[in-house]
């Protein structure tokens, strides 16, 4: 039974992968795969003993990931150590469909700037002074933060930036089986935060923040961009009302869902940890304007 796609890209990437993997005789016909073009550049039997001196790092080739088109395919490859590698081929489009470029790349190339640093106290030369906030708005599904943090920054005019926005819209790009989906949402906001405090502009986020490193994390990158840190830490004191909000709610987050597991939120909330007292803490089953009111003179003052 045939259980993936063909394509003239995926038998080129094979044959690449062959090699890695220390093939016996690999290479013998490179000549005959490898386009014209491509040897120009690179000679075959260039080409071929360079793959063959990799062989030490990858064989037995594990592939973690791969991506097929037609005239595309891209693996992603554990070498020895653990790391993740990228193999991709772009082969003719014409029969004998050759390889026309090739490329083996770590899966984070090492002439990009570094990522974000976990903690910010060294973290190059802060912006200019500026009157900014950085404005976290923590806590579990439905327990309001949202709606407050809706309202705070359209009252302040400061932009709101929600972890499950940012995810819905990577959905379509295969977001919602992203392992690491939590990571991938704290290191965009962070980033984001990061932007806006760069161009002396405060910020609000959206998000549970149940990890205490994810705290300490944007407790430091205010501190390095001289902005002030203000936490809301909100809850519903009323499970009925949490329960119902959960299960009832329409947010209309494209590429998001609308409810969520009850169960789930219950078990979150026996193990979330407890704000510093630097947090305002509220209760969204009390009238809105007044804890409107009260979370405004905490961001503001």
Same mark, same amino acid.
């Given at each position: ?57 990858? =064989?037995?080739?594990? &592939? *973690?990931?791969?991506?097929?088109? %037609?005239?595309? @395919?891209?693996?992603?490859?554990? $070498? ?118 760069? =161009?002396?502009?405060? &910020? *609000?986020?959206?998000?549970?923040? %149940?990890?205490? @490193?994810?705290?300490?994390?944007? $407790? ?82």
């Amino acid at each position: 039974m045939q259980r993936f796609a063909s394509s003239p890209a995926l038998t080129r990437l094979e044959w690449i992968l062959d090699g890695l993997d220390g093939k016996p005789g690999w290479g013998a016909d490179a000549p005959d795969v490898l386009s014209p073009a491509f040897t120009s550049v690179v000679p075959a039997e260039r080409y071929v003993e360079v793959y063959r001196s990799r062989v030490v790092h990858y =064989a037995p080739v594990v &592939v *973690v990931g791969l991506d097929v088109g %037609e005239t595309t @395919a891209r693996a992603r490859i554990r $070498r020895r150590d653990g790391t993740i590698d990228v193999v991709s081929c772009v082969v003719e489009s014409a029969p004998p469909h050759r390889i026309a470029t090739t490329w083996l790349t770590g899966l984070v190339p090492t002439d990009l700037t570094p990522r974000l640093p976990a903690d910010f106290a060294d973290y190059g030369r802060p912006p200019a002074p500026a009157d900014t906030r950085l404005v976290v708005f923590s806590g579990l599904p439905g327990s309001g933060k949202s709606t407050l943090a809706d309202a705070a920054g359209a009252e302040l005019g400061i932009p709101v930036f929600a972890a499950d926005w940012l995810l819905g819209a990577l959905t379509p790009f295969g977001g919602r089986h992203i392992e690491a989906a939590l990571d991938v949402a704290e290191e965009m906001l962070t980033t984001l935060a990061l932007r806006q405090l760069v =161009a002396g502009q405060s &910020v *609000v986020l959206d998000h549970p923040v %149940e990890r205490v @490193a994810t705290r300490n994390r944007w $407790r430091s990158l205010a501190r390095w961009a001289g902005a002030e840190f203000r936490v809301v830490a909100c809850q519903c004191s009323d499970p009925e009302i949490h329960r119902a909000r959960l299960e009832g709610r329409t947010r209309g987050i494209p590429g998001w869902h609308d409810a969520s597991d009850w169960s789930d939120v219950q078990r979150r909330l026996a193990a979330f940890p407890s704000w510093q007292g630097e947090a305002l803490t509220v209760d969204t089953v009390q009238p809105r304007e007044p804890t409107l009111a009260a979370v405004l003179r905490h961001i503001t003052t």
